[in-house]
């Protein structure tokens, strides 16, 4: 599993699984969970940003 190289989903090859899905520019943060042979995506957009926020 890796990251440093944006992509627009995570990407799954035969011998390594991106997941830097570009949070700084993108607002998404995606996980990857691996439980025994299983393995599942995580992903959240964080809120937009208000003008008068405290």
């Given at each position: 599993?890796h990251g440093?190289?944006p992509?627009?989903?995570?990407?799954v090859?035969?011998n390594r699984?991106?997941?830097d899905?570009g949070?700084?520019?993108?607002?998404?943060?995606?996980?990857l969970?691996?439980e025994?042979r299983e393995?599942?995506?995580?992903?959240?957009e964080?809120?937009p940003e208000?003008?008068n926020?405290?």
């Amino acid at each position: 599993m890796h990251g440093h190289t944006p992509v627009p989903r995570p990407e799954v090859l035969p011998n390594r699984i991106n997941v830097d899905t570009g949070a700084f520019a993108s607002s998404i943060l995606t996980a990857l969970v691996l439980e025994g042979r299983e393995r599942r995506f995580l992903s959240t957009e964080s809120a937009p940003e208000r003008e008068n926020a405290p």
